[in-house]
């Protein structure tokens, strides 16, 4: 089957850096994205890894360990704006489905 | 309009009530998705389509109904709902296997309640 696991909440102060992580199981596997979410909003597309390694796109960083079936978001320079939901996501070869994780809910205190 | 579209935003119906929510996506992509969002869970993949075509079906009740007439559009027909299906509906697009590219373009939901 498939699975992910990321923490539920996360809490940080402006200005700060903060990384989330993820932990997947999967039968086959594409890639590792992120989304972000803010509440009443639709989720919203952040960042995929295929492979190994750290992709950097302005404040925000993803990386991927296909090894250790492992990755995490680090969001620096933390703004009162990125209080939001983040989800992990699979992509199966296996099955060709994007599967989500529970989503880490993070709020930037100032 | 840009994006995915989804209509209503916000739906209250009775459990013998019948509605429909709708998606329409301006990206002119070939694949399109119902999510289903509820609170402290994973978004739930309900339906897949391809080029108009139904590949995925994710064990969902029968009491929820997909269309796609055309590679634009997305309808969910519900029927006899139960109060455990208020959720959050999500469409979404993608040109082609969202598990492929892991890049997924979302609508901003329906928020269903059923009384």
């Known amino acids: 089957g498939q699975s992910l696991e990321q923490p539920s909440e996360v809490t940080a102060v402006e200005g700060a850096i903060v990384q989330i992580n993820c932990t997947y199981q999967?039968?086959?596997?594409?890639?590792l994205s992120w989304y972000q979410q803010h509440d009443g909003g639709a989720p919203t597309f952040l960042s995929y890894?295929?492979?190994?390694g750290l992709e950097e796109t302005g404040r925000f960083s993803s990386f991927l360990s296909r090894s250790d079936s492992y990755g995490y978001l680090l969001l620096q320079e933390l703004q009162m704006k990125d209080s939001a939901s983040y989800f992990c996501a699979v992509g199966s070869s296996n099955t060709g489905k994007l599967i989500f994780g529970q989503g880490t809910t993070l709020q930037v205190k100032p | 309009e840009t994006g995915v579209t989804q209509t209503p935003r916000h739906l209250v119906m009775g459990m013998t009530n019948k509605k429909s929510l709708k998606c329409e996506q301006h990206l002119g992509h070939n694949a399109m998705y119902w999510y289903k969002q509820s609170a402290k869970k994973p978004l739930e993949l309900m339906f897949v389509?391809?080029?108009?075509?139904?590949?995925e079906n994710n064990s969902v009740p029968s009491r929820f109904s997909p269309e796609c007439p055309n590679s634009s559009h997305l309808f969910l027909h519900l029927h006899t709902l139960q109060p455990e299906d208020s959720a959050l509906y999500l469409c979404?697009?993608?040109?082609?296997?969202?598990?492929?590219?892991?890049?997924?373009?979302f609508g901003e939901g329906s928020r269903l309640t059923v009384l």
């Open positions: 979404a697009s993608s040109q082609e296997g969202g598990g492929a590219t892991g890049e997924l373009f």
């Open positions: 999967t039968s086959g596997f594409y890639g």
């Open positions: 890894n295929a492979l190994d």
């Open positions: 389509y391809n080029f108009k075509e139904q590949t």
